[in-house]
């Protein structure tokens, strides 16, 4: 008699943003991917990005609703095109600041999505203060969660890896591209969601050259023997914790 396999949880990822576009333009590539993959993504938005990262709104004489409107629904249909699902704070942009309610919120997900792997912001950014407040609020809800003492439903979570994505001006915020993330097969993807979001639609050429020089710089370490496609195209990510492995490779 043949059992059938008992179902198993698919893998699971965090995704900590600021802002309602920076998931698209920082990880889309990686989110598309893990859903490529079968895998449960789940977006974690801070805030809309309504009053710092919406001009071309404000210039257009729209008032706050209609913008925080606007942004969600932009982010809400970048983050189905990538096959993943979001979650809105509405914490507001510029200043981004904690608060007690804010982090248990975040506890909470954390606990609900039990992550396998967390992406979010690195802890510097000199022109923008949303991003360390929310690199700092992610790795705080991280530590959190993992505390059994801690008043909050769900069940604790296990120490997932976390990477950071990639800022908009990484030399002057200590960034290293630690990780090359060859995106190729899923860029199409990641350039429809990308287009999702016309309130910043400046940057949607910014990020598909910096996609293709991050490609470059992938088949240069890669080695010339390993079938890439000519035209790769990469995210680059950093580590803040040591990778944990049984071999060196």
């Known amino acids: 008699m043949t059992h059938a396999h008992a179902p198993t949880t698919p893998r699971s990822t965090l995704v900590v943003t600021a802002h309602a576009g920076d998931f698209v333009w920082r ?17 974690a938005c801070l805030t809309f990005g309504e009053r710092g990262e919406s001009a071309r709104a404000w210039r257009e004489g729209r008032d706050l609703a209609q913008i925080k409107a606007l942004r969600r629904d932009e982010a809400e249909r970048a983050a189905a095109t990538l096959g993943a699902e979001v979650r809105f704070f509405d914490a507001g942009d510029h200043p981004l600041l904690p608060t007690p309610e804010l982090t248990d919120r975040l506890v909470a997900l954390y606990r609900e999505t039990q992550p396998d792997v967390v992406l979010t912001h690195p802890a510097d950014d000199p022109y923008n203060g949303d991003h360390p407040a929310a690199h700092r609020m992610a790795l705080e809800a991280r530590i ?25 001006q990484p030399e002057m915020s200590g960034f290293r591209p630690e990780v090359l993330l060859d995106i190729t097969e899923v860029w199409e993807t990641k350039r429809k969601a990308m287009e999702c979001l016309a309130a910043q639609r400046h940057l949607w050429d910014y990020y598909t050259d910096l996609a293709v020089r991050r490609g470059v710089q992938l088949r240069r370490n890669a080695g010339p023997n390993l079938g890439l496609a000519h035209r790769t195209l990469a995210e ?13 490779a």
């Open 236 to 248: 680059a990510y950093m580590r803040p914790y040591p990778q944990i492995a049984k071999e060196l």
């Open 27 to 43: 990880a889309g590539g990686a989110i598309a991917l893990a859903a490529a993959r079968g895998e449960k993504v789940t977006i």
């Open 144 to 168: 959190l969660a993992q505390a059994i003492g801690y008043p909050a439903d769900g069940e604790v979570i296990g120490a997932p890896p976390v990477f950071y994505f990639e800022p908009h």
